[in-house]
């Protein structure tokens, strides 16, 4: 009866890992998908395609945490990185970051989504009424 209780609670860790990987493997950075398949360019990127375009490419490689579309161009957010599809002549440039750097760097156009006045990720104020605000 203990042998059984055990591989039960086994075969449920093992379950819980599957779809932990599962539920996190699509929202994994892009960062070496996008180095291999643009050409480098003035710190960034060059597509030839337009920004929304280019950005599509890129969800369907690895779907990002979160995205946000501004006449300026498509910035997606990943656990690692921040990537930015701007507007280029002929295209679009790319450009990826730390998510430090890219919150700081792109703030004006994803302050009110995904950082505070500074430009930082601010995804836990803290644990209760007034705290951490």
């Known amino acids: 009866m203990k042998k059984a209780v055990i591989g039960g609670g086994i075969?449920?860790?093992?379950?819980a890992i599957v779809l932990?990987?599962?539920?996190?493997?699509?929202a994994k950075s892009p960062r070496d998908w996008i180095a291999g398949r643009f050409p480098a360019s003035g710190g960034g990127y060059q597509s030839g395609q337009?920004?929304?375009?280019?950005?599509d490419q890129i969800i369907r490689r690895s779907q990002?945490?979160?995205?946000?579309?501004d006449p300026a161009g498509v910035f997606l957010r990943y656990p690692g990185a921040v990537v930015a599809v701007l507007p280029a002549a002929g295209g679009s440039l790319i450009y990826?970051?730390?998510p430090e750097r890219g919150y700081a760097r792109w703030h004006r156009y994803v302050n009110g989504?995904?950082?505070g006045p500074?430009?930082?990720a601010s995804l836990f104020r803290g644990g209760g009424p007034g705290d951490g605000k």
């Open 96 to 98: 990826v970051d730390t």
């Open 118 to 120: 500074d430009g930082r």
């Open 113 to 115: 989504r995904w950082g």
């Open 20 to 26: 932990l990987v599962t539920l996190t493997g699509g």
């Open 64 to 69: 990002p945490l979160d995205r946000a579309y």
């Open 50 to 55: 337009p920004p929304l375009r280019t950005a």
């Open 11 to 15: 075969l449920t860790l093992i379950g």
